[in-house]
Structure formats: structure tokens, C-alpha cells
């Protein structure tokens, strides 16, 4: 069982980190060398409409085996590394909360009154999220690999 859930743990996790990945260096600027605002920001809202549904999964996943595994060793026995993946992780979900129920909202209601400038303003704003929740990301793969 602790092999499933840390399968589990570490498959959410690449999802959501490689996806933020993907977006952030490939589809992003790719979409904004190719395409007009009207065609660049649909896609965008559409893709991410689709990867946000994969990253409430995630998170699902991620909240579950890792209290699993957090609470299967026990608060006081477990890494320091643990303690702080888990508390970097919080602050990850509140942040990704934040960027779905704001500026991916907004996206979603100016693409569809084409207001193109609205648009794009909320997508910047959903990069410098996800970017920071890469970074975010990151520190909690490094809090476990070199505290645990």
C-alpha cells in the first residue's frame, strides 16, 4: 500500500507540475507567435478549461495519499521535508483556488464577450500564477528530496 499511494502521490504531482510546464513554456507562447487574440485566447481558455479539470483530480490525489502517508507515519515521526511539502502544497491548492475562481473565471466571461484586451490581461495574470506555483512546486520536490 505505501508503494500505491506514494505511485499515486508522485503521478498527480507530474501531472499538475508538467502540465503548468507545458503551458507556461510551450503552448503560451507558441499560441501568441501563431495566432490573433480572438483564436489565441479561445484555445487557451479551452485547454485550460480542460487541464483545470485534471488539476482538481490532482489535488484530490495529492491531499489523499499524502495525509495517507503523512498520518501512516505519524505528524511526530514524520521529515521535516514532509512537514513542509505539506504546508507548500496548501498554500499550492489555495493559490490554484484563487487563480480558477478569479482570473480563469474572468478569462472564460471575456472570451466569450470578446473583450480581447480583458483577455489577455487574465491570461498574464493565470501565467504569473501558475508560475508560481511551479516554483512552489518545485520547493516541495526539493523539501522532501533533501529533508526527508
Known amino acids: 500500500m505505501p508503494a500505491l499511494m506514494k505511485f499515486l502521490h508522485l503521478f498527480a504531482a507530474m501531472a499538475w507540475l508538467g502540465g503548468v510546464t507545458f503551458m507556461l513554456f510551450a503552448l503560451r507562447p507558441v499560441a501568441a507567435e ?24 490532482a489535488i484530490a490525489v495529492l491531499l489523499l495519499t499524502g495525509l495517507a502517508m503523512l498520518l501512516g507515519v505519524g505528524m511526530k515521526h514524520a521529515p521535516m521535508g514532509w512537514h513542509l511539502m ?5 498554500l499550492m491548492f489555495a493559490l490554484f483556488g484563487h487563480l480558477y475562481f478569479g482570473p480563469f473565471r474572468r478569462l472564460k466571461l471575456a472570451v466569450s464577450a470578446s473583450d480581447w484586451p480583458e483577455g489577455g490581461r487574465r491570461v498574464a495574470q493565470i501565467a504569473a500564477l501558475a508560475m508560481a506555483n511551479l ?12 529533508l526527508a
Not at 490573433?36 to 483530480?57: K, M, S, T, Y
Not at 505539506?86 to 496548501?90: A, P, R, V
Not at 516554483?135 to 533533501?146: N, P, R, Y
Open 34 to 57: 501563431q495566432l490573433a487574440p480572438p483564436q489565441r485566447l479561445a484555445l487557451i481558455a479551452q485547454v485550460l478549461r480542460r487541464f483545470f479539470a485534471l488539476v482538481w483530480i
Open 86 to 90: 505539506l504546508g507548500i502544497g496548501l
Open 135 to 146: 516554483v512552489l512546486g518545485a520547493l516541495a520536490i526539493a523539501a522532501v528530496f533533501f
